[in-house]
């Protein structure tokens, strides 16, 4: 099952223990750990424990915990939200678990996953904001591990924050909803209120967030044209997450990767535009329509493209359209699958002595009656990436070699580039027309030509001469069937 459609076995939620009692059954150390864990909210602690350990009896006397200094029964569970079994014995926690159970209260068992109804997270704690890690079986270290790292990226002022907003959120929800509303809460979290909770002011933070709800202004639309790079999720770039995570609407197209799309705000609204080989969904005429349609309505778009919104991506049609409407926009690059690509092969695209110079192209600037200009730099030396060439594979050798090009020449090859499967392929110019029998390849292709290839690396490809003499030998086969 590839990650995007991975499923939890433990869905995470929160429970309200406001007044209520959680007991927790155990003498020593796990039951200490609990308790600290669950100290961390306003329940009522209630501690079974007939031969508490010296720990757990400061932690009873320092924080008031009804302390049951009694062999455990049943009784002990009677009207709790939660139970904890935290003895360190089997028998006993089984116990505890079943009568639980019996009573439907949903119950942990320390280390116990087989009894547990529930599994207790690692918590990131800015009250009134809580992160709950869990690793679904991974083990406590990795949550931990995680905890800490979260921990570190959020601000100490988050729960100062978070308060304030809980304070605000009546009034917010007199703003008129949609854009105006999302806007708000936007600014407050990412614009002056915050600025002043971090540096302590929570006067000044109060009166800024009164000025955000007194702005009448328009909300004025704007579009994002970002580079969704070649296809693995962890290459997005960090301006690219923000503006998915603010994001009203995400126009997307075919080649970007689910996951990446579901990076995005929650309740964005999600519209497929995709173009590919034989399949175009919207005329780029409807797809620049639908960027100003919504830009006019006030929205923040995220018009995510394969790769780099500049390269190849018909970028520059959409900008001169959302130009002339009238409608503010920004580029934000990607990394782009020639980067890609010779990042999968270890292949240096410019290499001292070798190769000073790159060539972008598409297979298809080769089918002309003439040369583009960019093949004298390619008899020259330069390193060319031809992106979205499998089809034309044979035209594109054919035509180098006859313009100068060696046939010897060093050809790298990427099906799917950055991706967990993808497929490498190496040889010569001579050897690239293979690639068109390959009907097995079925991702976006990206192949790299020049002197420079000779440098990369090539244990995990394939050899394109195999399957080159693979299709003549099916040829001379079919000429003896005939």
């Known amino acids: 099952m590839s990650q995007a459609n991975a499923k939890l076995n433990a869905f995470p939620v929160f429970m309200r223990v406001a007044g209520e009692a959680v007991a927790i ?47 455990y029964e049943t009784v002990h569970l009677q009207g709790a939200a939660l139970v904890f079994a935290a003895s360190g014995d089997e028998a006993l926690d089984r116990r505890v678990a079943e009568d639980a159970r019996r009573r439907g209260i949903p119950v942990n068992a320390v280390d116990r996953p087989e009894l547990c109804d529930f599994f207790t997270p690692a918590l990131v704690n800015r009250a009134p904001v809580a ?46 909803k949609g854009n105006r509303r999302r806007r708000f809460w936007s600014d407050f979290f990412a614009g002056a209120p915050a600025k002043a909770i971090e540096a302590g002011d929570l006067a000044e933070a109060h009166g800024a967030a009164l000025d955000l709800l007194a702005q009448d202004a328009p909300v004025e639309g704007h579009i994002a044209l970002v580079g969704a790079g070649p296809g693995a999720d962890d290459l997005l770039t960090l301006r690219a997450h ?12 075919a080649l970007v990767p689910e996951a990446i799309v579901a990076m995005g705000r929650r309740d964005a609204e999600r519209l497929p535009v995709g173009k590919r080989k034989g399949c175009h969904s919207k005329s780029q005429e409807e797809i620049n329509a639908l960027l100003i349609e919504l830009g006019r309505a006030g929205k923040r778009v995220v018009r995510l493209k394969s790769g780099d919104p500049l390269v190849f991506g018909r970028a520059g049609e959409e900008m001169a359209a959302l130009r002339e409407a009238g409608i503010a926009y920004e580029v934000v690059p990607g990394v782009t699958a020639a980067f890609a690509a010779a990042a999968d092969f270890e292949l240096p695209l410019t290499l001292r002595g070798v190769s000073s110079s790159m060539v972008f192209t598409t297979g298809h600037d080769l089918k002309g009656n003439s040369l583009p200009d960019w093949a004298k730099l390619a008899i020259s030396g330069a390193t060319v990436a031809v992106y979205m060439g499998r089809s034309v594979a044979a035209e594109v050798a054919g035509r180098l070699i006859e313009a100068g090009l060696s046939p010897d020449t060093a050809v790298a090859v990427v099906e799917n580039a950055s991706l967990a499967g993808r497929r490498r392929f190496h040889g010569t110019l001579a050897d690239l027309p293979s690639l068109e029998a390959r009907a097995d390849l079925t991702g976006p292709v990206m192949t790299i030509i020049g002197d420079a290839v000779a440098g990369a690396n090539f244990e995990q490809s394939e050899p394109l001469a195999a399957h080159r003499h693979e299709g003549a030998a099916s040829a001379v086969a079919e000429g003896v069937e005939q």
Do not use: C, W
């Open 25 to 71: 059954v155990g003498n020593g150390e796990e039951a200490l750990a609990k308790a600290r864990l669950l100290a961390q909210s306003s329940a009522v602690l209630r501690i079974v424990a007939d031969n508490a350990s010296g720990g757990l009896l400061d932690f009873i006397a320092s924080t008031g915990a009804v302390h049951i200094n009694a062999a």
């Open 131 to 176: 992160i709950a890690i869990g690793t679904e079986g991974a083990g406590p270290v990795l949550a931990q591990m995680l905890r800490g790292r979260i921990d570190r990226m959020l601000s100490p002022s988050l729960g100062r924050l978070a308060a304030l907003a809980a304070s605000f959120r009546a009034a917010a929800e007199r703003l008129p």
């Open 242 to 253: 923000r503006l998915l995570m603010e994001a009203d609407a995400i126009v997307y197209d």
